[in-house]
T-cell receptor, first 116, second 117 residues
């Protein structure tokens, strides 16, 4: 089955700097890669996602890049702010035509601390 | 849009009690809902996939008789932790996917923190 590895496990950056979190996946059939942000005791919230037919996607200060050949994808946060401090999870999924499939496999998570 | 409500948010109960957690999609229909368990500072571990009108699909190592799942309608799935023990204490989160959108984001509930004394 799919295996997703995420690095680093913790990341501390100064406010205003950029943060990069990297994930690798094992199943070349995976074609959907979301990123979730989870604050302590709260629900995971989707912040950005990318599909395998796209190499890069950007939404304001957040961007995701995908390298299908190398089977890795990365989250980039620019101009970090204290409110970006949270746990970030990457995930991978492959589309199965029947509706019941399409499980998400999550990475282990990255604790991001933005110091002001 | 795409709001998932999970109830209760917190449960504290004695060992041996059975606990039911509800997951509702408020503004959409969800043929499929997912149940996760999350330990402190750990990732989300999928327990089972809940399918409306049919039996749930459990992940390897998850006891189906221990964690009963019922998905009786297109907007409601329930997880019952039967005869809960302290080792069942955890954060349980459900998610739902909009009906007909097989490769789309999952929308998460707020989670239920279960503490067994």
């Amino acid at each position: 089955g799919e295996n997703v590895e995420q690095h680093p496990s913790t990341l501390s950056v100064q406010e205003g700097d950029s943060a990069v979190i990297k994930c690798t996946y094992s199943d070349s059939a995976s074609n959907y890669f979301p990123w979730y942000k989870q604050e302590l005791g709260k629900r995971p919230q989707l912040i950005i996602d990318i599909r395998s037919n796209v190499g890069e996607k950007k939404d304001q200060r957040i961007a995701v890049t995908l390298n299908k050949t190398a089977k890795h994808f990365s989250l980039h946060i620019t101009e970090t702010q204290p409110e970006d401090s949270a746990v970030y999870f990457c995930a991978a999924s492959k589309f199965i035509p029947e509706e019941y499939g399409n499980k998400l496999v999550f990475g282990a998570g990255t604790i991001l601390r933005v110091k002001s | 849009g795409a709001v998932v409500s999970q109830h209760p948010s917190r449960v504290i109960c004695k060992s041996g009690t059975s606990v039911k957690i509800e997951c509702r999609s408020l503004d959409f229909q969800a043929t499929t809902m997912f149940w996760y368990r999350q330990f402190p500072k750990k990732s989300l571990m999928l327990m089972a996939t809940s399918n409306e009108g049919s039996k749930a699909t459990y992940e390897q190592g998850v006891e189906k008789d221990k964690f009963l799942i019922n998905h009786a309608s297109l907007t409601l799935s329930t997880l019952t932790v039967t005869s809960a023990h302290p080792e069942d204490s955890s954060f349980y989160i459900c998610s739902a996917r909009i009906r007909g959108q097989g490769n789309q984001p999952q929308h998460f509930g707020d989670g239920t923190r279960l503490s067994i004394l």
